[in-house]
């Protein structure tokens, strides 16, 4: 669950992390009275929003005089970024910039627990340079400065700042832990004129599956699921797991390795994925998939609907036979693909005819059609 960036910031300065001292305008506030505690300029009006690509859609704004500042935030409030309006603006003073670096630290299985990622150059389209310096911390008592600070030897010639980074790196490892974060990204970390450094922005993502024993992760959890639209939350109540995307194939799947996998081959085959969904909870019920597929079908971006269930445990007849349930009480007409593999599969072909379906007997072809399927309907 991501934060939005001023309170991610308030976080960063708990631990000692120098952050921009910022103005927070919510929403509900009134704009007037909180813009007249802004007294120097010019200064950087920011979106609030958890959606990335903020900069690129005009989310960040320079604002260089008292008079500008009330439309400016009302026109940003009044913006949609990624879909989502923003809940306040930050107001923070445009910083002296000399140099704009990347710092994360962030959970990654092939270190078996936390990772510090840096780069001597961030900012908007990091992802297009090379690929950050990786130091594989695992559990986070396993830091060690020495370690780190031989990774950035290789990236970092500024020996001054690389001592900064350290410090920062094993503040936010610490960090990570102690709030259960699953990444804690500065980007950009910056480089004052004066040679300091100061988080310009935080993308702070907590761990949702932490909420059984975190007070703060579980509020937050029940205040996204309170902003979600009733199909989503439908979805989320089931115990799905759901993340959209940018592509145009709905994704039915059981398991989080099998939906990657799935995921992986739409992209080599050309297509691009709406959202990672993870039908697992309830994997042969009706009442499982409904909300799934409701929410796939009312998404305008959505084409096409591959369903991919691969079962041990799970027989393949019932999912095909709540397939045809659902079908039977259908009102879109979004092309679907089927494949389903595993126990009792010998069943299925009969079942999904009878609603005039059929089913793929590999993930490639399965694949492969709904990649056609997507680009003949753009």
């Not at 920011?46 to 990335?52: D, I, L, M, P, T």
């Not at 398991?255 to 042969?284: E, H, N, Q, V, W």
């Not at 079962?311 to 007409?333: D, F, H, I, P, Y």
């Amino acid at each position: 669950m991501m934060m939005l960036e001023w309170k991610g910031k308030r976080l960063l300065a708990s631990a000692g992390i120098n952050v921009p001292a910022g103005v927070v305008i919510a929403r509900e506030s009134s704009i007037g009275a909180a813009v007249a505690e802004v007294a120097t300029f010019p200064v950087a009006v920011k979106a609030q929003v958890r959606s990335g690509g903020r900069g690129k859609q005009g989310g960040v704004r320079r604002v260089d005089a008292q008079a500008d500042l009330v439309p400016v935030v009302q026109a940003m409030l009044d913006t949609s970024y990624g879909g989502e309006l923003p809940d306040a603006v930050l107001i923070e003073p445009w910083l002296p910039i000399e140099r704009e670096c990347y710092l994360s630290v962030a959970v990654d299985g092939r270190a078996e627990g936390y990772v510090v990622m840096y780069a001597p150059r961030g900012g908007i389209d990091i992802e297009d340079g090379p690929p950050p310096a990786r130091y594989p911390v695992g559990a986070p008592w396993n830091f060690r400065v020495h370690a780190l600070r031989a990774v950035l030897q290789e990236v970092e010639s500024d020996y001054q700042w690389r001592e900064k980074v350290v410090v920062l790196a094993q503040r936010l490892v610490r960090l990570a832990a102690m709030h259960d974060c699953s990444t804690i990204e500065i980007n950009p970390l910056v480089q004052l004129s004066d040679g300091s450094a100061i988080a310009a922005d935080a993308k702070i993502a907590r761990d949702e599956w932490a909420h059984f024993r975190n007070d703060e992760i579980r509020q937050m959890r029940e205040a996204d699921r309170r902003r979600a639209d009733p199909l989503l939350r439908a979805s989320l109540e089931m115990g799905h797991m759901y993340v959209r995307l940018d592509g145009d194939i709905g994704l039915i799947s059981g398991g989080a390795g099998m939906t990657m996998a799935a995921m992986d081959m739409i992209a080599a085959k050309g297509g691009r994925p709406a959202c990672f969904l993870d039908a697992s909870p309830g994997p042969t019920s009706t009442r499982g998939y409904r909300p799934a597929l409701a929410m796939l079908d009312a998404d305008p971006q959505v084409k096409v609907i591959l369903v991919s269930v691969f079962g041990g445990g799970t027989q393949m007849q019932r999912v095909a036979n709540s397939m045809k349930e659902l079908m039977a009480e259908r009102k879109s007409s979004k092309p679907m693909v089927f494949r389903l593999d595993g126990t009792n599969v010998d069943q299925v072909p009969a079942i999904l005819d009878e609603f005039g379906a059929h089913n793929h007997a590999t993930l490639e072809e399965a694949v492969a059609e709904a990649v056609r399927l997507a680009r003949s309907a753009t």
